[in-house]
């Protein structure tokens, strides 16, 4: 069975790590943070010390970081992967960086004959634990027909989506532009429609069966009425997100109206102190100016 390395076990990579063993897998971690790392070993994980002991031992290594310069650290530092990896073996990068960024990592393990994977992933927490997972893998034909079984037993819905470095990056780019838009005009109309004498419940009650609801609206609404801003997919992780998807339209010369204001919405959003909060405080700043609560009964 093909021995897997995983760096990055926050709450997507240690349930990513759980569904792996689950397949019979043997996986190796490793974090910077050690207790991450004990919490993997109670589930039967092999524990690491360090990247050059993680690298040395797996045929395959995934990195869910959180951004680019955790990724430049992992893989490109000097004690990093690219140090200790094998010739042969094979290094996923599931984390959201832009496609240059992606092609940067790639360029620099393919001369160390290290194959490569850009693979992000969609699903947040419930789809890491559940296995359901969308993973959007780039990569050449035969390095996805390898490492295939793998990316099945973390995620049910697996995509070979090209050849071309960077376009995995670009399939989870079209994903985030569409949650962020989403989630701006759900904030906007509810905010309105509140202020204007409707209940939230009833919002939802009637929108959720129209036509012009979104899955942003049916997973969001519930949580707003709630006032649960805990933390799933922070505002400013989406600033991040779409300052690639506007790079990704200035690279190809393709324009990106919508989605440059929705940045500026979001921004907008983290300045007013709800950055840190998720995706659907972002209508607390929408509330704040028009002076009213979406809050349930």
């Given at each position: 069975?093909?021995?897997?390395?995983?760096?990055?076990?926050?709450?997507?990579?240690?349930?990513?790590?759980?569904?792996?063993?689950?397949?019979?897998?043997?996986?190796?971690?490793?974090?910077?943070?050690?207790?991450?790392?004990?919490?993997?070993?109670?589930?039967?994980?092999?524990?690491?010390?360090?990247?050059?002991?993680l690298g040395e031992q797996a045929d395959v290594v995934q990195v869910m970081v959180m951004?680019?310069?955790?990724?430049?650290?992992?893989?490109?530092?000097?004690?990093?992967l690219v140090s200790f990896m094998r010739p042969g073996s094979v290094l996923i990068v599931?984390?959201?960086?832009?496609?240059?960024?992606?092609?940067?990592?790639?360029?620099?393990?393919?001369?160390?004959?290290?194959?490569?994977?850009?693979?992000?992933?969609?699903?947040?927490?419930?789809?890491a634990i559940e296995g359901t997972l969308i993973m959007m893998a780039a990569c050449e034909?035969?390095?996805?027909?390898?490492?295939?079984?793998?990316?099945?037993?973390?995620?049910?819905?697996?995509?070979?989506?090209?050849?071309?470095?960077?376009?995995?990056?670009?399939?989870?780019?079209?994903?985030?532009?569409?949650?962020?838009?989403?989630?701006?005009?759900?904030?906007?109309?509810?905010?309105?429609?509140?202020?204007?004498?409707?209940?939230?419940?009833?919002?939802?009650?009637?929108?959720?069966?129209?036509?012009?609801?979104?899955?942003?609206?049916?997973?969001?609404?519930?949580?707003?009425?709630?006032?649960?801003?805990?933390?799933?997919?922070?505002?400013?992780?989406?600033?991040?997100?779409?300052?690639?998807?506007?790079?990704?339209?200035?690279?190809?010369?393709?324009?990106?109206?919508?989605?440059?204001?929705?940045?500026?919405?979001?921004?907008?959003?983290?300045?007013?102190?709800?950055?840190?909060?998720?995706?659907?405080?972002?209508?607390?700043?929408?509330?704040?100016?028009?002076?009213?609560?979406?809050?349930?009964?």
């Amino acid at each position: 069975m093909m021995k897997v390395g995983f760096v990055g076990l926050g709450n997507m990579g240690y349930n990513m790590v759980k569904n792996l063993l689950k397949n019979g897998f043997e996986v190796y971690t490793y974090d910077v943070f050690q207790e991450a790392v004990d919490r993997t070993t109670q589930i039967g994980a092999k524990g690491t010390a360090s990247l050059k002991e993680l690298g040395e031992q797996a045929d395959v290594v995934q990195v869910m970081v959180m951004n680019y310069d955790q990724v430049k650290s992992v893989v490109l530092a000097e004690d990093g992967l690219v140090s200790f990896m094998r010739p042969g073996s094979v290094l996923i990068v599931s984390s959201t960086v832009s496609p240059e960024q992606t092609r940067e990592v790639a360029e620099a393990v393919a001369g160390k004959g290290i194959a490569y994977v850009d693979c992000p992933v969609s699903g947040g927490k419930t789809g890491a634990i559940e296995g359901t997972l969308i993973m959007m893998a780039a990569c050449e034909t035969a390095v996805f027909d390898r490492i295939h079984p793998m990316l099945l037993s973390m995620g049910s819905n697996t995509y070979h989506v090209s050849e071309m470095i960077g376009n995995g990056q670009v399939m989870k780019s079209i994903n985030q532009v569409m949650i962020a838009t989403g989630m701006a005009i759900v904030s906007e109309a509810v905010t309105m429609a509140v202020k204007s004498g409707l209940k939230p419940e009833q919002i939802y009650e009637v929108i959720s069966k129209c036509t012009g609801c979104n899955d942003v609206f049916r997973d969001k609404l519930p949580l707003i009425m709630k006032r649960d801003f805990t933390p799933r997919g922070p505002v400013d992780i989406f600033i991040k997100d779409l300052s690639i998807a506007l790079d990704i339209g200035k690279e190809v010369k393709s324009p990106m109206f919508v989605s440059a204001l929705v940045k500026q919405i979001f921004t907008w959003s983290s300045a007013c102190g709800y950055g840190q909060d998720d995706l659907g405080a972002l209508i607390c700043s929408y509330e704040d100016c028009a002076k009213v609560t979406v809050k349930g009964e």
